[in-house]
């Protein structure tokens, strides 16, 4: 009788458990895409997670976006080709950074989106962050290979940058860690220049190999890594901020233009429609997830609140025979957001 017991109180635990739903898993994947229009083509997108909007710099004016409806807030004219936008939300500004002619950033008003003033800056002023903790502006000049700074409340109509710091290279896109350092992929030399921004030199170059010609940058200040993404080779590199050392390289989709990182989890924008989900297991990094997004999705912003990734793009119209090198041509009025999000799945 014990044996029986024991017997059929096994098939009772094997019946309860297989009565029982599977555990969740997540993936990522596309769950809404806005359809915005409008003139332009576009680069870097920047989240204001507080208020969900979303800044998007189109050539000759920056959009902002309320990222739930897709609706347009403001359109903020004036730029000859806009890169990026930094935001300052305690101090109620934006910053646009326009590389046409001899270069500008143009400030305007976070509430009412006015513009008011530019600032003369240097040629092919391009990415652009702001360190809360050194309460800079950090921006880059690519054909003047240089860092740019300043303080967020400079006069938009009077104020001078502090004077550039040379980077021995053209720099792309930059990460800072809040410790008073600023690093800059320099796509040129295929190196991360790493500046004190306290005594404003550049103190280190490393080399991004296995990668090469760098552009995305995003950073993980807790851990010390930066995460860069490479367009040839195709590499998604993670480096120490400490040393420099490479801690390990993973191979990307084609046009990389963005990194970011958040949560534990890396993540990189590429134009061939693909979004790569790099994370973290057992001390070893592995890609994750490779999402399928539109094509031309090369550049991303977070919702760091509501953990959203939103990427622009556009409907192409056909390859044009010969021009193999040139970047397909938008269809008109075809621009669009679309959202990245995780989702639960048995």
């Known amino acids: 009788m014990r044996t029986m017991r024991m017997v059929v109180m096994s098939l009772a635990v094997l019946l309860s458990a297989s009565s029982l739903p599977a555990l969740a898993q997540t993936q990522w994947d596309v769950t809404k895409t806005m359809d915005i229009g409008g003139e332009g083509a576009w680069d870097y997108v920047t989240v204001d997670s507080q208020s969900h909007r979303l800044f998007v710099t189109r050539s000759t004016h920056t959009m902002v ?102 980077l021995g290279g053209a720099p792309e896109f930059l990460a800072s860690d809040d410790a008073g350092k600023a690093y800059i992929n320099l796509e040129d030399k295929d190196l991360v220049a790493v500046v004190d921004l306290r005594t404003r030199k550049v103190i280190a170059s490393w080399p991004v190999a296995p990668g090469g010609h760098p552009v995305g940058m995003a950073i993980d200040k807790k851990t010390h890594r930066l995460f860069i993404g490479c367009r040839n080779p195709q590499k998604l590199i993670v480096m120490s901020t400490e040393d420099g050392k490479v801690l390990a390289d993973l191979p990307i989709g084609a046009g990389v233009d963005a990194t970011k990182f958040h949560a534990g989890l890396a993540f990189a924008s590429c134009g061939d429609g693909t979004l790569i989900v790099l994370g973290e297991k057992a001390g070893k990094f592995e890609v994750e997830h490779v999402v399928k997004t ?53």
């Open 294 to 346: 539109p094509n031309g999705a090369r550049t991303m912003g977070v919702d760091e609140s509501t953990f959203t990734i939103y990427l622009p793009t556009a409907e192409f119209e056909a390859p044009v025979p010969g021009a193999a090198s040139r970047r397909p041509r938008a269809k008109p009025d075809t621009f669009m957001i679309v959202a990245v999000e995780q989702k639960a799945t048995q």
């Open 65 to 166: 976006i309320d990222a739930a409806t897709g609706k347009t807030l403001g359109d903020i004219p004036g730029q000859k080709r806009s890169h990026g936008t930094a935001i300052v939300p305690a101090l109620g500004r934006g910053f646009i950074t326009d590389g046409g002619g001899s270069g500008a950033i143009e400030v305007f008003d976070l509430k009412t989106y006015a513009v008011l003033g530019t600032l003369d800056t240097m040629p092919d002023s391009d990415g652009i962050i702001y360190d809360n903790a050194q309460d800079l502006i950090l921006a880059v000049s690519g054909d003047g290979g240089a860092l740019m700074t300043f303080k967020p409340d400079i006069d938009p109509v009077s104020g001078k940058i502090d004077p550039p710091i040379a």
